[in-house]
């Protein structure tokens, strides 16, 4: 009995010794959007590139905790890199926004001449747990080179709907259709060929 017990023990203890396992995420098309153009463009739209700064750059998920203190969570990743689910965000808030389902990201989007081509910079990208997302973007929507197409700056402060990593992730995807209905406005505004 006495070694059972102790069996027991020193599996509980184990258990309870064993790291916590990681979640990945990744940002979404706000699915709430609804199209906003008369009709959809005559030409395919390609998002990316993608710019996002250094210090967001990377698999864990960065938060802020006061005004200089970050943080890097190892149990928080990314599911893909940042730039990359940016991109596969904005090319599906865009194809809903823009009803239309010729929008592709530049990593898989046939080249086409003809394309409006939409970049992205991503100048700050904070996350504050339980709070806020910040997003400034600055981006530009270009057709063929002599185009000098549209160009814009979002600012985005979105509150988070709660104090985990689920609510701080989809306040970013939220944040992101917000930018995607800037630039949508903007390509809404392009001569059509």
């Known amino acids: ?5 102790l069996c027991m023990v ?3 203890v184990i258990a309870g010794c064993a790291s916590p396992r990681a979640s990945f995420y990744r940002l979404s098309a706000d699915d709430t959007l609804t199209a906003t153009a008369a ?7 390609i998002v990316g590139p993608v710019t996002v700064p ?6 864990q998920i960065v938060t802020r905790n006061t005004r200089n203190e970050v943080a890097l969570n190892e149990y928080a990743r990314w599911g893909e890199p940042l730039k990359s689910s940016i991109a596969d965000a904005i090319a599906g808030d865009l194809t809903l926004l823009l009803g239309s389902d010729r929008v592709a990201v530049a990593s898989r989007a046939i080249p086409e001449t003809q394309a409006l081509r939409v970049r992205v910079d991503i100048q ?6 339980g709070d806020a ?7 530009s929507v270009r057709g063929t080179m002599d185009d ?3 160009t814009g700056r979002s600012l985005v402060r979105e509150p988070v709907n709660g104090p985990d990593f689920d609510a701080l992730v ?3 995807s939220r944040a992101m259709g917000r930018v995607s209905r800037e630039i949508a406005n903007a390509i809404g505004g392009e001569r059509q060929p």
């Open 1 to 5: 009995m006495r070694s059972a017990c």
């Open 10 to 12: 020193t599996a509980a």
């Open 39 to 45: 009709r959809a463009p005559a030409r395919p739209v």
């Open 54 to 59: 250094d210090l967001v750059d990377r698999p």
């Open 124 to 129: 700050q990208f904070e996350s504050i747990p």
């Open 133 to 139: 997302v910040l997003i400034d973007a600055r981006w």
């Open 148 to 150: 000098p197409g549209a």
């Open 170 to 172: 989809a306040a970013h």
